[in-house]
């Protein structure tokens, strides 16, 4: 993301961050134990609790004074395509968000299944990261340009079983 805003007043995000990176040490530095389980829905609570940077991103006109979390388009994004991708899987969503608030690009890093055909695949990313897009922030005026363009599809690892499956705590 190209500018954060400022961290509004009683938010400590140095705290969660601080917290979240404890919780991930102290994970880490023991095998696991029996109740893994329940230890992973514990540090999945904080990790959910902590603050995250977001930029508001500029709706599509006559909407540009609705705003939008980067956040919660790249939470949509991924839904989407998790769902509707086969032999594939999101690993990260990266938006780059102008000084204006405009969305200038999307890149998206995929864990593709052994054998998926990419280029196929990375027209089926665009196509639906479109949908998204539209439906989140609004389709371009009539006879208008397309006001964001997914840029990107890029494939980060491969995996000979199922890509949703891929283990996140594998990835480095």
């Known amino acids: 993301m190209s500018e954060f805003e400022e961290v509004p007043d009683g938010v400590d995000l140095r705290r969660g961050e601080a917290d979240l990176a404890a919780a ?6 023991v095998p696991p134990p029996a109740a ?16 995250r940077r977001s930029v508001m991103v500029r709706a599509v006109p006559p909407h540009d004074h609705l705003r939008v979390s980067s956040n919660v388009i790249a939470t949509v994004l991924r839904a989407r395509l998790d769902a509707d991708l086969r032999g594939a899987a999101v ?13 200038t690009a999307v890149t998206v ?3 593709v299944q052994y ?10 990313v665009r196509a639906l990261s479109r949908t998204v897009l539209d439906d989140t922030l609004g389709p371009a005026t009539p006879g208008g340009e397309v006001p964001v363009s997914v ?5 980060s690892d491969v995996t000979v079983g199922d890509p949703q499956l891929v283990d996140p705590a594998d990835e480095t």
């Not at 991930?24 to 530095?29: C, D, I, M, S, Y």
């Open 24 to 29: 991930t040490r102290q994970l880490r530095a």
């Open 91 to 103: 690993r990260r969503v990266l938006l780059d968000v102008d000084t204006d608030e405009h969305l």
């Open 115 to 124: 054998g998926t055909a990419i280029a196929d695949l990375g027209a089926e």
């Open 151 to 155: 840029t990107h599809a890029h494939v």
């Open 36 to 51: 893994s389980v329940e230890i992973a829905d514990r540090v999945l609570t904080r990790a959910l609790a902590a603050p």
């Open 109 to 111: 890093d995929l864990v």
